[in-house]
């Protein structure tokens, strides 16, 4: 079954060259417009294959739900959030858009132009309600609002396989996919192929497969027919029928020379034959030379605007290796100067480990002593109460007693002296001070001396 295409640009025919031989499929077209004319659908349709058309003008929208019985038909727009909006319609142009800049423009061109409030919906939205299944591929004409549309998808839960968008301003080569590409880019989609009017894209899963299939434009061995071109065929063969009845008619009333120029007759048929395959023939190569010329001239333009952008993209390249060159040099800076300051940090800590450690053992050292003193103390204080028992038997030996008591009350007073200045020193030094944060953490005793013997007291002097 010969291929027919019945889109504007030969999109169809791309399409089928990436999913040939395929029976059955599903495609997404925001901005169906007229399920014939014009129509990437159509061929695919009629192939059996189903899916979902989005056109917002009622006209075209009544007749897509009259013609496309399989297919489901919604009268939305799509955008970038739910809700509404103005749609300018141009009745029986494709012009209608949600762009207010570009109704302005046809308006101005002196196109009729109407307006009405219609309801805008996401294409995730869309998908998630109606689609089951793999899509095939996504079509996008909407002039001039194909970012919305694309920032209203969810590519990660659906993915079509190829991706085909307008990319030029309406009747217009000047291109606009600057403003909506890198959704598609940062999608993990892939440009492929550009037509002059439209930029087709391939999910990255999909790009060595599919890439390759794109590097010619449609030609004789797509195996296709042009249903524009058809119906001129057709109307040449309506005449060609009506001129052989006339000849036929004609041949009736020239019966008698026929024999004479029957061999002329044979001769100016073939010849006649002959110029019409050689006018075919001809008109055929003039469209492919056509053809090829407006290729070449859009890939001229395309890798113009590519070398353009790919200088701005090295440039603003070079600018963030510098930026992030400084930044880490300057990153490397503070790593240095805190790594310095945790040593610090580290030495200082292990100093004050080192000094609270000796305050410990200090401290040990003279709750130490101060146990032992209280040990003596007591045992002077016994002594004192036996020499007061036997002062009232020993009454001689009060006087003595009394000055032996009094030496040591003295000796006791200058161990006290110095036993306060110890304290004192030890009050000074930098450990008691380092150690001032534990004493609130514990109540020590007070200080008490203890009673050193006699003997002890003078022998330490």
Request: proline share 4%; charged share 30%; net charge negative.
């Amino acid at each position: 079954m010969v291929f027919t295409s019945y889109a504007q640009n030969f999109e169809d025919v791309m399409l089928w060259r990436a999913f040939k031989g395929k029976p059955k499929g599903f495609y997404i077209d925001v901005g169906a417009n007229h399920p014939e004319i014009d129509s990437v659908t159509k061929s695919f349709y009629d192939r059996g294959w189903n899916g979902i058309n989005i056109e917002p003008v009622e006209n075209e929208f009544n007749l897509l739900l009259s013609t496309r019985s399989r297919d489901t038909n919604l009268n939305v727009a799509i955008g970038s959030v739910p809700g509404s909006m103005p749609l300018y319609t141009f009745p029986g142009t494709g012009l209608s858009t949600l762009d207010s800049d570009n109704a302005r423009t046809n308006a101005s061109a002196g196109h009729d132009m109407l307006e009405r409030e219609i309801s805008i919906v996401t294409l995730a939205n869309i998908c998630e309600t109606y689609v089951t299944g793999p899509v095939d591929f996504l079509k996008v004409d909407v002039e001039g609002w194909e970012r919305d549309v694309l920032l209203g998808a969810d590519f990660r839960s659906f993915r079509p396989n190829i991706i085909i968008v307008e990319s030029t301003l309406p009747n217009s080569q000047q291109s606009n996919h600057d403003t909506w590409e890198s959704v598609l880019l940062d999608a993990n989609y892939s440009f492929i192929w550009f037509d002059g009017l439209n930029r087709f894209y391939t999910a990255n899963e999909h790009l060595d497969e599919i890439a390759p299939l794109f590097k010619t434009p449609p030609n004789i061995f797509d195996g296709f027919i042009s249903r524009r071109f058809s119906e001129t065929s057709r109307s040449e063969e309506k005449w060609l029928r009506a001129e052989w009845r006339a000849a036929l008619d004609q041949n009736e009333a020239i019966k008698v020379e026929r024999d004479g120029l029957l061999a002329k007759q044979d001769w100016l048929q073939a010849e006649w034959d002959g110029a019409l395959a050689q006018r075919d023939a001809v008109r055929f190569e003039r469209d492919a030379v056509t053809t090829d010329r407006d290729w070449l001239r859009s890939e001229w333009k395309a890798s113009t605007a590519q070398c353009d952008a790919m200088r701005l993209e090295r440039d603003t390249v070079t600018a963030n290796r510098d930026w992030l060159r400084s930044e880490w040099e300057a990153t490397l800076a503070q790593m240095d100067a805190v790594h310095f300051e945790r040593d610090a940090l580290i030495a200082e800590r292990d100093w004050l480990r080192s000094e609270w450690d000796a305050a410990r053992v200090q401290n040990d050292t003279i709750h130490t002593e101060c146990s032992a003193l209280t040990i003596e103390l007591t045992a002077l204080r016994v002594e004192l109460k036996a020499a007061l028992a036997q002062n009232k038997t020993f009454e001689a030996e009060r006087d003595a007693a009394t000055v032996e008591r009094d030496q040591i009350a003295n000796i006791f007073s200058i161990y006290r002296r110095r036993v306060e200045a110890d304290y004192e020193k030890i009050r000074q030094s930098i450990g008691w001070k380092i150690a001032w944060p534990l004493r609130f953490l514990r109540i020590d005793p007070p200080l008490e001396l203890p009673v050193v013997p006699h003997e002890e007291v003078v022998s330490s002097f």
